[in-house]
């Protein structure tokens, strides 16, 4: 598409610069730490187990492995594990028995030497390798994250790949451990990185342009077709953005709360799903006053579960004030468990479904419109077992054809009627809030991610805004936009600006 060059060149590439300094060849971040420093740590957890891995990384990491394991690095065969006598290098004392790792740099995870010993688990083996690893000169305990920061500026892992690591260790359900370990595989980075280059490749286009034009160097084509790519860009950014939350929620957890009028079972409900008496269960209307909350995890989604307060109309200002928490955490919630006696129902069937509409008009938050509340909301008609046999079947018939309605589950806590159909509907709620961590592209887990993605739209439709006005302005909206996504992986370099024009303006170089 580019017709000329052979000037760009004699020019030089520095117009290229503005605004992107750093060091080329790293990762960059805002700390710059020590790494002629070598340190360690106790990688496996606290307190008394089986093994115990202690990790070692640094230049001095040879030196660890001779003083404490009585072996050269050079006589030990790499990434293979050995069983050797740990030494105390100041008394030569035996401190235990137990294999040794040798991972020499760059392919190790911090990219530096580095060493594992796996010890007994027992305190006083993992405190004297501890004590005799600080006692050699230029070792030193490590600080918290700092084996992974290091990786990272190794250029080892990017932000999104180092998030995704920590989530990973911190995952508790197994939707959260997939979308983790997908994102510290570098799905997520691949993503945002692929957006990266083809900015890149836009800004090398309109700065060239800007410097070019004039000489007739560069066909007029350019710009329209990095007007196409920006808008296409801004488009596949807006969508990615437009994820419902759910990468956001499936990480943190979904807020389910359970609310409804007093005594409707609702603490009933709260400790069935927890499998133990969580809250107090009582025939006294107004039991519940405080939020309890509980952390559940539902085939394998996690959830934080609210019980709440009853709704109604009281003199009592404790209760009052339970009951404004309820509301304030329907308002806030990803989904609403709408519990209600069964017994509270018309006695004429046909009259349910507008009755239930008109209950839910009265729980749900006013601010927004009742459909989309809607889709946030189960229904649960507890106490099934209070009604006979033909009244649930003739609800169930009334139920099945209320098109309007939330799902809803007639149950009771009580029999446990009706508490699979329920599960089923919760499962299915929670799954269309999390979305599928393996399915489709990956999704942005935090709103960091979201924050310099909205700036990076923003950023674009200054491009547009400018396009006509002011080619520099424009650009430099395009290097915001490149700089938004850069902050999100921690990679944005001149470097990658230059590789674009070796690769595409030195034609036949
Ligand atoms: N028959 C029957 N009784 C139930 C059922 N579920 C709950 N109950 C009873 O209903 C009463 C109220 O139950 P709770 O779970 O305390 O109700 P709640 O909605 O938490 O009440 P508040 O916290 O006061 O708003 C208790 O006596 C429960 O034993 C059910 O399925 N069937
Ligand atoms: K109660
Ligand atoms: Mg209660």
Known sequence: MFNFISGSLRRGPSFIMKGLRGNP?????????CDADTIFALSSGHGRCGVAVVRISGPASGLVLSSLAGRTHSRTVPRTARLCNIIDPRSQELLDRGLVLWFPGPRSFTGEDSVEFHIHGGPAVISGVLQALGSLPGVRPAEAGEFTRRAFHAGKLDLTEVEGLGDLIHAETEAQRRQALRQMAGDLGQLYHGWSQRLIRCLAHVEAYIDFSEDELIEDGVLNQVDSSVSQLQKEV???????????????????VIAGKTNAGKSSLLNILCQRPVAIVSPVAGTTRDVVETHLDIRGFPVLLSDTAGLRDTLDSVEREGVRRAMERVEQADLTLAVLDSTHLPKAHQGVPHFLLGHLRTLLPGGEDLEAALRRCLLVINKSDLLTDEQVAKIQTVLSQAEELPPVCLMSCHTGHGLDDFMEALLKQVKTLCGDPLSGSPSLTQARHRAHLQRCVQALAQYHRYRDLDLALAAEGVRLALTSLGRITGKVGPEEILDVIFRDFCIGK
């Open 25 to 33: 060849s790293k990762n960059r971040c805002s700390s710059d730490i």
């Open 238 to 256: 807006e969508r990615h953005l437009q994820d419902g939350r759910r990468g956001e929620r499936l990480r943190g957890g979904v807020q389910v």
